[in-house]
């Protein structure tokens, strides 16, 4: 299968090299995080020296007799060589029950630079402040974006062809390696299906996966939606599946925490709080949306909003929904200093449609930038102050264009 260099990750790596941290790769299954941490490991043997690579793959039948916490340890301190710089990587850490108490002897002894992966359901960002006494650096991996997969497909220069591919896609690259539609659904499916009827019921003991996958499908049918526990649980009962309110928060976080679906929480841009009744829920890839639901109830205009949030996210901005007055903001996005208000919107050629996504932002009396996203085919340009563009450009060039 075909790789790519993810470049924005490799230089995260990087640039955390020698710091005295556990860094711990984590996103959705199939995101790249193994892949990621093989390009790390050959870009240190191609250039350093002075360096001793201790590799630990838990998938790989060679490494089963460490499957316990003390032979991983002892395993890992024979290897130790003095008078080098010893990084240690361990792949699918969670197969080794206790990996922790390993771990953090082996940090304790500030001689090892550590980075471990392991499945998502089983190396929560929730989780790792408990898992490890020492301090650690969370790396998290997201599917492809549409840049990566345009540098994928590199032979093929038909933006406007890639985009629409990729909608229906997504960014899980495994399935990019299937001929037919059919089977790549059928990967996208089963990767679903791992994390929601097996990672998770396992992880939390849950007794049935039927809340859970009503669920899951339920926020998938409804990303950009506002929605809370409490409506969604009213809205199973009446389909006769029984369930409450609590069960149903039980289980977005589950379903949050396992990086199926990112919360976006509400923000009083006025008032400069933080709102809790309700919130948005986003899709980690839009191609399991499509895999699992097809084309039902499909509104590209969702779909839209939904990489667009996750494009925030892979590049680090604290992303909120924004209330003002009666009107919302589809995204504040924070990072540091910076903060942008951001719609985004399917087609604004209807002079309504234009003004029902500039009138929020116009309202807005404070001078950091205000855009509009939308699928206009034309290149950026301004009206009253707001900068518009074309999805795919902002996509493709969101540091121009932010």
Same mark, same amino acid.
């Given at each position: 299968?075909?790789?790519?260099?993810?470049?924005?990750?490799?230089?995260?790596?990087?640039?955390?090299?020698?710091?005295?941290?556990?860094?711990?790769?984590?996103?959705?299954?199939?995101? +790249?995080?193994?892949?990621?941490?093989?390009?790390?490991?050959?870009?240190?043997?191609?250039?350093?020296?002075?360096?001793?690579?201790?590799?630990?793959?838990?998938m790989d039948l060679s490494f089963?007799?460490?499957?316990?916490?003390?032979?991983?340890?002892?395993?890992?301190?024979?290897?130790?060589?003095?008078?080098?710089?010893?990084?240690?990587?361990?792949?699918? %850490?969670?197969? &080794?029950?206790?990996?922790?108490?390993?771990? /953090?002897?082996?940090?304790?002894?500030?001689?090892?630079?550590?980075?471990?992966? +392991?499945?998502?359901?089983?190396?929560?960002?929730?989780?790792?402040?408990?898992?490890?006494?020492?301090?650690?650096?969370?790396?998290?991996?997201?599917?492809?974006?549409?840049?990566?997969? &345009?540098?994928?497909?590199?032979?093929?220069?038909?933006?406007?062809?890639?985009?629409?591919?990729?909608?229906?896609?997504?960014?899980?690259?495994?399935? *990019?390696?299937?001929?037919?539609?059919?089977?790549?659904?059928?990967?996208?499916?089963?990767?679903?299906?791992?994390?929601?009827?097996?990672?998770?019921?396992?992880?939390?003991? $849950?007794?049935?996966?039927?809340?859970?996958?009503?669920?899951?499908?339920?926020?998938?049918?409804?990303?950009?939606?506002?929605t809370s526990p409490s409506r969604? #649980?009213?809205?199973?009962?009446?389909?006769?599946?029984?369930? /409450?309110?609590?069960?149903?928060?039980? *289980?977005?976080?589950?379903? &949050? /925490?396992?990086?199926?679906?990112?919360?976006?929480?509400? *923000?009083?841009?006025?008032?400069?709080?933080?709102?809790? #009744?309700?919130?948005?829920?986003?899709?980690?890839?839009?191609?399991?949306?499509?895999?699992? $639901?097809?084309?039902?109830?499909?509104?590209?205009?969702?779909?839209?909003?939904?990489? %667009? &949030?996750?494009?925030?996210?892979? #590049?680090?901005?604290?992303?909120?929904? +924004?209330?003002?007055?009666?009107?919302?903001?589809?995204?504040?996005?924070?990072?540091?200093?910076?903060?942008?208000?951001?719609? %985004?919107?399917?087609?604004?050629?209807?002079?309504?449609?234009?003004?029902?996504?500039?009138?929020?932002?116009?309202?807005?009396?404070?001078?950091?930038?205000?855009?509009?996203?939308?699928?206009?085919?034309?290149?950026k340009y301004s009206y009253e +102050?707001?900068?518009?563009?074309?999805?795919?450009?902002? $996509?493709?060039?969101?540091?121009?264009?932010?």
């Open positions: 299968m075909k790789t790519i260099e993810r470049t924005e990750y490799l230089n995260r790596i990087k640039n955390l090299k020698d710091t005295p941290d556990i860094k711990v790769i984590t996103g959705i299954r199939r995101s +790249g995080k193994s892949i990621l941490m093989q390009e790390y490991i050959q870009y240190l043997k191609d250039n350093f020296n002075d360096i001793n690579v201790i590799f630990i793959d838990f089963e007799h460490l499957k316990e916490y003390h032979a991983l340890h002892a395993y890992v301190e024979k290897r130790y060589v003095e008078g080098k710089s010893n990084y240690l990587f361990i792949d699918e %850490v969670q197969m &080794c029950p206790n990996f922790e108490l390993a771990v /953090n002897s082996l940090y304790s002894k500030r001689k090892y630079d550590i980075y471990i992966t +392991g499945s998502n359901a089983f190396l929560l960002s929730a989780d790792l402040a408990t898992l490890f006494t020492g301090r650690y650096i969370e790396i998290h991996v997201y599917p492809f974006s549409f840049k990566e997969y &345009c540098n994928y497909y590199d032979n093929n220069h038909d933006i406007e062809k890639l985009f629409e591919d990729y909608t229906i896609k997504g960014g899980l690259a495994g399935s *990019y390696a299937y001929n037919t539609e059919k089977d790549r659904k059928d990967y996208i499916k089963e990767v679903y299906e791992t994390i929601v009827t097996r990672d998770l019921v396992q992880k939390y003991s $849950l007794p049935d996966t039927q809340v859970l996958q009503r669920l899951s499908e339920f926020l998938m049918d409804n990303i950009s939606n506002l969604i #649980s009213n809205m199973l009962s009446e389909k006769n599946i029984s369930t /409450n309110h609590v069960t149903i928060g039980k *289980y977005i976080k589950y379903l &949050c /925490n396992a990086f199926v679906f990112y919360d976006i929480k509400r *923000y009083d841009i006025r008032g400069k709080k933080y709102l809790e #009744s309700t919130e948005k829920f986003y899709l980690s890839d839009i191609g399991i949306r499509y895999a699992v $639901l097809g084309t039902r109830n499909m509104d590209y205009g969702r779909v839209y909003e939904n990489m %667009v &949030c996750l494009e925030l996210l892979r #590049s680090g901005y604290d992303v909120y929904v +924004g209330k003002l007055y009666q009107k919302e903001i589809d995204f504040v996005a924070q990072r540091g200093s910076e903060k942008i208000y951001i719609q %985004v919107s399917d087609n604004i050629t209807e002079e309504e449609t234009f003004k029902r996504e500039y009138a929020p932002l116009l309202q807005i009396k404070d001078a950091y930038p205000k855009i509009i996203i939308a699928k206009t085919g034309h290149p +102050g707001i900068e518009i563009f074309d999805i795919r450009d902002w $996509l493709l060039n969101k540091k121009q264009a932010i």
